[in-house]
Antibody, heavy 118, light 107 residues
Framework: QVQLLESGPRLVKPSETLSLTCTVS????????WSWIRQSPGKGLEWIGF???????SYNSSLESRVTMSLDTSGNKFSLNLNSVTAADTAVYFC????????????WGQGTLVTVSS | DIQMTQSPSSLSASVGDRVTITCRAS??????VAWYQQKSGKAPVLLIY???RLQSGVPSRFNGGGSGTEFTLTISSLQAEDVATYYC?????????FGPGTKVDIK
């Protein structure tokens, strides 16, 4: 059974960088596309971007200037960096698994609430 | 970017009722539509992909349909455990986008 688990600081100061890692267990990073999705309190779902098993990335244009994603195949994990955060970046951040040409998400992490506050 | 809407935004129905949620897109989405169920405080769960394909382990009372720019999720007989918010998603191209959600309650 594939499981995803997000980890990282729960509190980030304004203007600093939000960094999260998603560790994949029960399956391999290989052949899949790995996404980050966030949900602001009481709001809907926003796709942030993906990093593919090849290292290829694609980001939502609304966040592209601030986002970097990377893959650690040996550690079976992938990461999100979002810089210059503001209170508007406060959200539950989910990692999820998709596929090439079919970016629906069949496995999700439990989500982690990241609060941006001084 | 393709814009997506869902209707209704919320509904209340009785156990055993047939419930239908509609998702509309500003452009043709082909067969690249998925549906998710999100219970309070939990991660979304994939119900349907490719418009009508039932994800493994999902009860058969969930059905997806539609084409072009209009798609539906139907719960054939609403159960108490179906209380949740339901989201459609398009994935024919990036950016992937989700609908705003439909909250389903029991009357």
């Amino acid at each position: 059974q594939v499981q995803l688990l997000e980890s990282g600081p729960r509190l980030v100061k304004p203007s600093e960088t939000l960094s999260l890692t998603c560790t994949v267990s029960g399956g391999s990073i290989g052949t899949y596309y790995w996404s980050w999705i966030r949900q602001s309190p009481g709001k809907g779902l926003e796709w942030i971007g993906f990093v593919a098993y090849t290292g290829k990335t694609s980001y939502n244009s609304s966040l592209e200037s601030r986002v970097t994603m990377s893959l650690d195949t040996s550690g079976n994990k992938f990461s999100l960096n979002l810089n210059s955060v503001t209170a508007a970046d406060t959200a539950v951040y989910f990692c999820a698994r998709g596929r090439a040409y079919s970016h629906y998400f069949d496995y999700w992490g439990q989500g982690t609430l990241v609060t941006v506050s001084s | 970017d393709i814009q997506m809407t869902q209707s209704p935004s919320s509904l209340s129905a009785s156990v055993g009722d047939r419930v239908t949620i509609t998702c509309r897109a500003s452009q043709d989405m082909g067969s690249y539509v998925a549906w998710y169920q999100q219970k309070s405080g939990k991660a979304p769960v994939l119900l349907i992909y490719a418009v009508s394909r039932l994800q493994s382990g999902v009860p058969s009372r969930f059905n997806g349909g539609g084409s072009g720019t209009e798609f539906t999720l139907t719960i054939s007989s609403l159960q108490a455990e179906d209380v949740a918010t339901y989201y459609c998603q398009k994935y024919n191209s990036v950016p992937v986008t989700f609908g705003p959600g439909t909250k389903v309650d029991i009357k």
